[in-house]
Antibody, heavy 119, light 106 residues
Framework: QVQLQESGPGLVKPSQTLSLTCTVSGGSINSGSYAWTWIRQPAGKGLEWIGRVYTSGSTTYNPSLKSRATISLDTSKNQFSLEVTSVTAADTAVYYC???????????WGQGTLVTVSS | SYELNQPPSVSVSPGQTATITCSGDKLGSQYVCWYQQKPGQSPLLVIYQDIKRPSGIPERFSGSNSGNTATLTISGTQPVDEADYFCQAWDSNTAVFGGGTKLTVL
């Protein structure tokens, strides 16, 4: 059974870059036509899709992040990563890494990691 | 940008049927997924492709989608079903989520 686990700093200063890694266990990140995805959720609010990377390496991002997000794969480590540049307090949220497959929805989800943007 | 609208809250008595709606322009022309999120937990996929249940999701969860509205129905609602529920669809290669509905079982 595939499991995902986020890791990275819990505190980032304004204007700096947020960097998170998702480690996939129980299966190869290279197998199947999955999209490896990042989704975030500010406290008490709804879910926002950030973007995805396919096993081919191709990526798609939410236009709302205005090109600040980059998602990449590291197949040698069975990981994928997220970078968000020029962060502000509005980027404070729980960040989830998730697997998705075509129209089958987002499943499974990592446990989530809280990132706070503050000086 | 595409919007999915959900009622902020729905209340239901134990054992009754809970209905949560999700509306969006021509929503019935695409697949909708539903997620359950309990406090302090990650979201859990409960319905995909409008009507399908992932393995392990109880049969009391069902879905439908037609016209501009998708519906999540929980038959014989149990106290353990109290949670936030989010619908999700796609718009121009971008995933979109509804604002969420807090289901209270009382």
């Amino acid at each position: 059974q595939v499991q995902l686990q986020e890791s990275g700093p819990g505190l980032v200063k304004p204007s700096q870059t947020l960097s998170l890694t998702c480690t996939v266990s129980g299966g190869s990140i290279n197998s199947g036509s999955y999209a490896w995805t990042w989704i975030r959720q500010p406290a008490g609010k709804g879910l926002e899709w950030i973007g995805r990377v396919y096993t081919s390496g191709s990526t798609t991002y939410n236009p709302s992040l205005k090109s600040r997000a980059t998602i990449s794969l590291d197949t040698s480590k069975n990981q994928f990563s997220l970078e968000v540049t020029s962060v502000t307090a509005a980027d404070t949220a729980v960040y989830y890494c998730v697997r998705s497959f075509v129209s089958r929805g987002f499943d499974p989800w990592g446990q989530g990691t809280l990132v706070t943007v503050s000086s | 940008s595409y919007e999915l609208n959900q009622p902020p809250s729905v209340s239901v008595s134990p054992g009754q049927t809970a209905t949560i709606t999700c509306s969006g322009d021509k929503l019935g022309s695409q697949y909708v997924c539903w997620y359950q999120q309990k406090p302090g937990q990650s979201p859990l996929l409960v319905i995909y492709q409008d009507i399908k249940r992932p393995s392990g999701i109880p049969e009391r969860f069902s879905g439908s989608n037609s016209g501009n509205t998708a519906t999540l129905t929980i038959s014989g609602t149990q106290p353990v079903d109290e949670a936030d529920y989010f619908c999700q669809a796609w718009d121009s290669n971008t995933a979109v989520f509804g604002g969420g509905t807090k289901l209270t079982v009382l």
